[in-house]
């Protein structure tokens, strides 16, 4: 069910944090409003929540929100994630990081937290830069942008963090602009009652760093270049298998939205937690040896 923002705000929120430091037009509150509503229709305990963020604008989350949190340092989100959900399975850990903190210095801890398939949820803002730096390029950044680092436009490829979070396995991967509002709300509320790695990236307009030099300035013209450059995964594959000439050079540049991928596996937590009760002492000693 969808609350107002007011309520939300009450029940979640830190009255002394306000005003936020996010710009106007930044989509990162966007991100905070479908993460607290995702949280509310689920009705988590935020006493037994956790969020967990690196350093950037979208790495302020954490201390937005009534619950316990962890501000870490840059790219460190998933490491000191993975610790915590490690030390007390019973926990909902919930990180916020941002395309340079999770693909950019924090990309091997991706890899490997996907690998290990922690059973945290990762909400990760793409803002194509490093905003809170003031806009250089990101691992992220489409091809041709400019950015303080790329003046004359990227050149480089850029990579994309839910093809790769769903080739690497992870067993929940999603990827929304945040102009949709009701498909993130139920992505994260599928990725927090995934068991597994659970990867949500939400697109983000980011008027000051990124925007300002790539015709993005303003809200609107954010929000319809999302209009123009997304397309449903079902609608690109289509095209890709049936459509003319023309259809299939529509996809060039296109970015995939939709489910990336939903399966069962077995988390880190669960396998770690299978293995201490194999080794537990008060066992009688065949069963020890057997396990
Ligand atoms: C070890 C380290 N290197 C570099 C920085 C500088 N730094 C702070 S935030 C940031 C980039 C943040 O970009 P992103 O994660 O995309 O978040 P955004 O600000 O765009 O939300 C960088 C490079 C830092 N704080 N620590
Ligand atoms: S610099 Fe960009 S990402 Fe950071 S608060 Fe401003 S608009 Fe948002």
Redesign the pocket.
């Known amino acids: 069910m969808i609350k107002d923002a007011e309520t939300l705000r009450n029940k979640y929120l830190r009255d002394a944090m306000f005003p936020t430091i996010f710009c106007d037009g930044c989509g990162i509150g966007n991100v905070l409003q479908y993460t607290l509503w995702a949280i509310d229709n689920l009705g988590l305990d935020m006493d037994r929540t956790v969020f967990v963020s690196g350093?950037?604008?979208?790495?302020r989350l954490p201390g937005y929100i009534k619950a316990d949190g962890l501000h870490t340092?840059?790219g460190r989100a998933l490491a000191f994630a993975t610790g915590v959900k490690v030390a007390n399975p019973d926990l909902t850990v919930i990180v916020f990081t941002?395309?340079?903190?999770c693909a950019g210095?924090g990309g091997n801890h991706f890899i490997h937290a996907i690998r290990r398939n922690i059973d945290i949820t990762v909400i990760a803002?793409n803002?194509f830069?490093?905003?809170?730096?003031g806009g250089q390029v990101?691992p992220t950044t489409p091809i041709g942008s400019i950015t303080t680092t790329t003046p004359y436009g990227s050149a480089e490829p850029p990579f994309d963090m839910s093809e790769m979070a769903k080739v690497i396995g992870a067993p929940y991967v999603a990827r929304w602009p945040v102009t949709y509002p009701y498909q993130p709300i139920k992505s994260i509320e599928a990725g927090v009652q995934k068991r597994g790695f659970a990867f949500v990236e939400l697109f983000a307009p980011?008027p000051t760093a990124y925007g300002r030099r790539n015709k993005l300035r303003n809200i609107e013209q954010a929000w319809q270049w999302y209009r123009d450059h997304v397309i449903l995964l079902d609608d690109y594959e289509r095209i890709q298998r049936f459509g003319s000439a023309e259809e299939k050079r529509s996809l060039v540049g296109k970015l995939k939205i939709g489910v990336f991928q939903d399966v069962e596996k077995r988390s880190f937590t669960d396998a770690l937690e299978e293995q201490i009760a194999s080794l537990r002492v008060d066992k009688p000693e065949p069963e020890r040896q057997a396990a």
């Not at 350093?55 to 790495?59: A, D, L």
């Open positions: 350093i950037g604008c979208s790495s340092t840059h941002g395309d340079g903190d210095i803002v803002n830069t490093y905003g809170m730096t990101a980011c």
